[in-house]
């Protein structure tokens, strides 16, 4: 197989849950036992950073990886969904996984598959996991696709767990209230391993109090360790500037991850560096500062709060949840232009009724649907939004949709691109 044949064979032999949905849900981890099995444990090769939560795992991930890249270590990266290429999700020092590599592997295992019949997901976590050990990296940081305790990727050991937040999404999976997501989250805390949580929460500390306590793991909750304040100016030269304390220490924070939402995120990754620095030898004299300031250079990070283009000002953000949305709506409220234009997408397991609450009525909206299957109709949205007040009309693709934004919009006026990554994935 060529590369695009095996792309196809991935695609379309696989279930794959960005595109197909619960269809592609596994409530147990033995097709990634029996794929680490088959291909000899190699997530054992190297030591590694867990990170979950609801919302911000992506932005945490990526700056911690810059981080330890910048600190001159040979860095894997494993992250989901992808925007563009599928090799987004696998990436050593920013680099993405060879095509070559990726053609062996399914080469190599496509009759064990059809065997034990893995999604997509678990499949593309055994692929990393052979690259990263195959490649002999010094350390890796690995993302959760979607809960915890079942997360394919939780047959590691790391050197530390982190748990970003914990908001309302996934629940047909992880459970309808917070404590019940809490404890799917965190099902990644292992016995003896510090944990970090980015953010208190008097609903969910006590899950994670308990389980931490059962698991005789460190357990450190970064917003209570780490004093951020942001300086004035606030955005200089593109980059959010912040002053943060930690342990009598001050440190001074460029951030390309401009959004209000991202100082919780920083605040994560500070506390997890910490406790990597103070802990383990190896990684006493981290480059954090260097590090954070060139998140998007080292990784290629994109979608968060992002400039698309300035006149008319147009920005996108691959938001997805009622957590999420709220983030956007609060950072859309900073900003002064004269009108708002939105292109928006969703897909259909989210609880569209809590987004669209949220959203504000006075904009226009051009609704679209991400070329996906799990993509919800925009009639649909479109329907669904008016018994919002929020009015827009129909665009048969995002591209379209964006285009009459962008027709539509005069030079003082704002365009946002969101609702779902896959609608931004298509304007990045």
Not at 308 to 335: E, F, M, W, Y
Not at 410 to 426: N, P, Q
């Amino acid at each position: 197989m060529n590369y695009p044949q095996t792309l196809e064979f991935l695609f379309s032999s696989l279930p794959m849950f960005q595109r197909i949905g619960a269809a592609a849900y596994k409530a147990n981890l033995n097709n990634t036992l029996a794929i680490s099995k088959l291909t000899n444990q190699p997530q054992n090769n190297f030591p590694s950073i867990h990170i979950a939560g609801t919302n911000g795992k992506g932005s945490v991930t990526h700056m911690l990886a810059s981080i330890l890249q910048e600190s001159g270590f040979k860095t894997g990266l494993f992250t989901s969904p992808h925007l563009r290429d599928f090799r987004e999700r696998i990436k050593i020092n920013g680099q993405m996984i060879p095509e070559s590599f990726v053609v062996q592997f399914v080469e190599q295992y496509k009759q064990d598959f059809e065997i034990i019949k893995p999604s997509f997901f678990e499949m593309t976590f055994g692929l990393a996991m052979q690259w990263f050990s195959e490649s002999k990296i010094e350390i890796a940081v690995i993302e959760t696709g979607m809960g915890g305790r079942l997360d394919s990727t939780n047959v590691i050991s790391p050197l530390v767990s982190v748990i970003t937040n914990i908001g309302f999404d996934h629940t047909q999976f992880l459970g309808d209230t917070l404590q019940a997501i809490a404890t799917e989250k965190a099902g990644i805390i292992k016995p003896g391993i510090p944990v970090i949580i980015g953010e208190t929460h008097p609903v969910t500390a006590e899950v994670f109090i308990s389980h931490a306590s059962n698991n005789q793991s460190e357990l450190i909750f970064a917003d209570q360790k780490i004093t951020l304040k942001a300086d004035d100016p606030k955005i200089k030269n593109g980059l959010l500037n912040l002053s943060a304390h930690i342990n009598h220490q001050e440190l001074k924070i460029e951030s390309p991850l401009v959004a209000d939402y991202q100082l919780n995120n920083i605040s994560t990754v500070l506390a997890t560096s910490h406790v990597l620095s103070s802990q383990y030898p190896a990684f006493q004299s981290l480059k954090i500062e260097d590090g954070i300031k060139k998140t998007l250079t080292n990784t290629g990070f994109t979608g968060r709060w992002q400039t698309l283009r300035q006149s008319p000002l147009t920005i996108c953000d691959i938001g997805h949840n009622a957590d999420g949305i709220k983030a956007v709506v609060d950072q859309l409220k900073s900003l002064k232009y004269s009108h708002l234009h939105f292109v928006l997408g969703v897909v259909n397991d989210k609880d569209i009724q809590s987004m669209l609450a949220l959203l504000p009525v006075n904009a226009t909206y051009y609704f679209c649907k991400a070329d996906i299957p799990r993509g919800l109709d925009a009639h649909q949205l479109q329907e669904t939004a008016k018994m919002h007040k929020l009015i827009g009309q129909v665009y048969p693709s995002v591209k379209n949709a964006l285009n009459a934004a962008w027709a539509a919009a005069e030079k003082d006026d704002l365009v946002f691109i969101g609702g779902s990554a896959f609608t931004v994935a298509e304007v990045v």
